[in-house]
């Protein structure tokens, strides 16, 4: 954005939000906003809220990326304000601060190279128009030649019955694949199989020795090639093990790459169906894998180093001696995407909903905790965590490398990107249904006077999408709050659900995620953040610890100690 920077980003005061009811927006229109008074402006839960929103996002952050100057200042901010809620430190040595070793890999042009060989002729992908590899972890220069097998979605899963890989050779093959899976899974299972890991662990299974992902027009019209494409030399990072080697890196995978659905026909050339037939197949959930003839060959060039950024840890202890020594998790990522290709001359992606709102509505709850006269049995443990834009890594770090005994995590509680951009009557708590936690949120919304709706877009299978899977994966119960979907507006004003397709549609990850420029509800934020306390409050004084619903996937899949090596 082009403001003036505040001077100083921690003395930040309550700087009006002004809002006003307006028409509901149409899809390709901004919400409006003007100079009325806002209704919360005698509100100081909502007043600091907006202060730690502007400050997070202010164009001095410089977008927060991830092992970045901005992302450094940002931390800091969030240190202090822990400390003057009077949390304690409960990072590395008695700081607020966990380090989280990482690898950051950033893809080159030169010598990136796409080429399907077939029937005699050679055709060539043009690097980021037609086809961009993936930055490689193992090695600054990689190639691959070999046949390639179209497997799919690369889903196996026979007790569901569908098995991708069946009566298909691939050892020693390139796997062609498109994201996502069977529509006919149920809204888990389908989560679970549409993770880019879960495909990259399942072709190497079968002895594959590359990977190609195809974009279907499906994918391309929630997400464009061009948008995506034009930032594709920004980093991509893993987490680093003691030995300075990239986890989960699929080393066995010399090149992976991904093709525009517009180029799909040129690497499915010659082969049984067309792209547009495979589209279909995907959509209908009837693909079948095939050999395609030739062979591709692909090649890449990256710079890697090691790197260092941390997660920013505070505790509020318990008020029970026994109980005391348990923790209820709140996560909330602090990074976004730092800066990138200019959009209407702006390269700052300041990320205000995304995700300095759900740190600021973190920071609040954990303020109303610690001012509680009668504190929460259970301890608290409030997490900003780094590099969720990069693969969850920050929370994948703490979850696997806690500050506190692995056994004495209870409950996850996780905010990311609440779309408040009109005011509402509820909040959707995503995979509340998995575990004993819906009824602490059924009484929690309560006692908090809101109500709580289901996920209007379960498809998106976004359980698997935020920090929360990390936890989920460690065998922690986990429910992840964002926005409601009902208008408060009784006389048929802003729709939330409109202002949330088009911040999705033309804000997401871009420069106009800004708190000058969206129209955020800093009263629904407040009411958000009364009803974290509630939970953390209800959950940390329960008998019981939360406990994963019988049979639920999950639950079963991820039980403590299994790392989800187990079940379908």
């Not at 009668?374 to 969720?388: G, N, Q, W």
């Not at 693969?391 to 609440?418: K, Q, R, Y």
């Amino acid at each position: 954005m082009r403001r003036a920077t505040t001077a100083c980003l921690l003395t930040l005061l309550c700087l009006a939000a002004c809002n006003r009811e307006a028409p509901p927006p149409a899809a390709d229109t901004a919400p409006a906003k003007d100079a009325t008074p806002a209704p919360w402006a005698d509100d100081p839960s909502a007043q600091r809220i907006e202060a730690d929103v502007r400050a997070l996002s202010d164009d001095a952050m410089e977008g927060r990326e991830t092992g970045t100057r901005g992302y450094a200042m940002a931390s800091d901010h969030v240190a202090k304000r822990f400390a003057a809620i009077g949390l304690q430190p409960a990072g590395d040595g008695g700081t607020f601060f966990q380090q989280v070793p990482l690898l950051k890999a950033v893809r080159e042009r030169e010598g990136a190279t796409f080429a399907v060989k077939r029937n005699g002729r050679s055709i060539a992908l043009r690097f980021r128009d037609q086809f961009l590899p993936s930055p490689d972890f193992n090695a600054p220069q990689a190639a691959v030649e070999a046949p390639a097998v179209f497997v799919g979605q690369a889903v196996h899963a026979p007790a569901l019955g569908v098995d991708d890989f069946k009566g298909l050779a691939l050892k020693g093959k390139i796997a062609v694949l498109f994201g996502g899976a069977p529509a006919r899974f149920d809204d888990d299972r389908r989560a679970f199989h549409s993770s880019y890991r879960e495909k990259l662990r399942a072709v190497v299974a079968h002895g594959a020795i590359g990977a190609v992902f195809v974009n279907t027009a499906q994918d391309e019209a929630g997400s464009p090639w061009a948008q995506h494409a034009a930032n594709w030399d920004k980093p991509a990072m893993r987490l680093r093990d003691a030995d300075g080697r990239g986890i989960d890196t699929f080393p066995q995978l010399r090149v992976v790459a991904s093709v525009s659905a517009a180029a799909a026909d040129l690497v499915l050339a010659d082969g049984p169906r067309t792209a547009a037939q495979l589209f279909d197949a995907a959509r209908d959930g009837t693909l079948k894998g095939f050999a395609l003839p030739g062979t591709i060959a692909l090649a890449s060039r990256t710079t890697v180093e090691p790197i260092e950024s941390r997660n920013v840890v505070a505790r509020l202890p318990g008020s029970d001696p026994a109980l005391g020594a348990e923790h209820v998790i709140y996560s909330a990522h602090l990074d976004h995407v730092g800066i990138g290709a200019p959009v209407e001359g702006d390269r700052i992606y300041n990320g205000a909903l995304d995700n300095a709102l759900g740190v600021a509505i973190m920071l609040e709850a954990a303020q109303q905790l610690a001012a509680a006269k009668d504190k929460p049995k259970r301890s608290a443990l409030f997490v900003a965590v780094t590099a969720e834009e990069k693969g969850l890594l920050g929370a994948e770090w703490f979850a696997t490398h806690p500050t506190v005994p692995p056994d004495s995590m209870v409950a996850n509680i996780n905010m990311d990107m609440p779309v408040l951009m009109a005011p509402t009557t509820d909040v959707v708590p995503i995979g509340v249904e998995h575990s004993t936690l819906k009824a602490t949120l059924d009484a929690a919304a309560k006692d908090v006077g809101v109500a709580l709706s289901p996920d209007p877009f379960p498809e998106e299978s976004v359980f698997v999408r935020s920090d929360q899977y990390a936890f989920i994966r460690a065998g922690v119960p986990a429910v992840y709050l964002t926005g409601g979907v009902v208008s408060a507006d009784a006389e048929g004003g802003r729709d939330p659900k409109v202002a949330l397709r088009y911040f999705l549609r033309n804000c997401y990850h871009r420069p106009c995620d800004d708190a000058d420029t969206q129209p955020i509800q800093y009263g629904d934020a407040a009411r958000m953040a009364r009803l974290n306390a509630r939970i953390g409050q209800l959950v940390g004084d329960a008998a019981e610890r939360p406990r994963w619903n019988d049979g639920d996937f999950f639950g079963e899949m991820f039980a403590r100690g299994t790392n989800g090596e187990g079940g379908q």
